[in-house]
């Protein structure tokens, strides 16, 4: 599996995971609300997640191919196991597209926040998720997206120059909500949320918060 290292981003991410706005932070609790079972964390980054997960979670498998927040995130498994002793939290090496054998399914849910926007494949990674869930598993999903109007006009701008390169990959012009129905979900439960006020001109504003379910 080959390892990303993106040093400078990964500093820039983790001081950011550090510093959350109250509303993210909440974001994530409904995220991860009423899970169970196994769940499959792709893109976990310093382990932001992890204090999140309810008490019926018994185990998460945490996939993370950058280094260095990969390191923080094993971090963050063993702080959470040390206070949550019946969810285990094994922080592995891998790509969303190329998950790891360690990540062998069937999952409960397939977790993805702020991980998509930065996937090379995303067709290639929700069908990924698909194969890794039981029948009837859900897929949660906390995503950038593409919105339209003169905020669209910013994000196509960025995306289309500096963005991607200085944020990891990240592109904030992806229609990631309709990429998820084209993937065979079906949506459970969906809204748009804004991580900045809807006249700031910030790319990565609007967001999704969903949760969706591969059919039986």
Not at 54 to 74: G, I, M
Not at 92 to 97: K, L, N, P, Q, R
């Amino acid at each position: 599996m080959q390892t990303v290292d993106h040093p400078v981003f990964s500093r820039v991410w983790s001081w950011a995971m550090r510093h959350e706005p109250a509303k993210v932070v909440r974001a994530r609790g409904d995220l991860l609300a009423g899970l169970h079972g196994r769940v499959l964390e792709v893109g976990a980054g310093t382990g932001s997640n992890f204090a999140h997960y309810p008490e019926s979670v018994e185990e998460v498998v945490a996939v993370e191919p950058d280094r260095a927040l990969r390191d923080e995130a094993e971090r963050a498994a063993t702080a959470h196991e040390a206070v949550h002793p019946g969810t285990r939290i094994r922080v592995v090496d891998g790509t969303f597209e190329e998950l790891p054998a360690d990540a062998a399914g069937p999952f409960d849910a397939v977790v993805c926040a702020l991980v998509l926007c930065s996937v090379a494949d995303v067709p290639g990674s929700l069908a990924a998720a698909r194969r890794a869930l039981r029948p009837g598993g859900e897929l949660r999903y906390y995503e950038h997206v593409a919105t339209d109007g003169w905020l669209g006009g910013v994000q196509r701008a960025v995306d289309a120059t500096f963005w991607p390169r200085a944020f990891g990959g990240c592109h904030t012009h992806r229609d990631t909500v309709a990429a998820i129905d084209a993937a065979g979900f079906e949506r459970v439960e969906h809204r748009d949320v804004r991580a900045a006020p809807s006249w700031a001109p910030v790319p990565i504003s609007p967001m999704a918060l969903g949760i969706a379910r591969r059919p039986d």
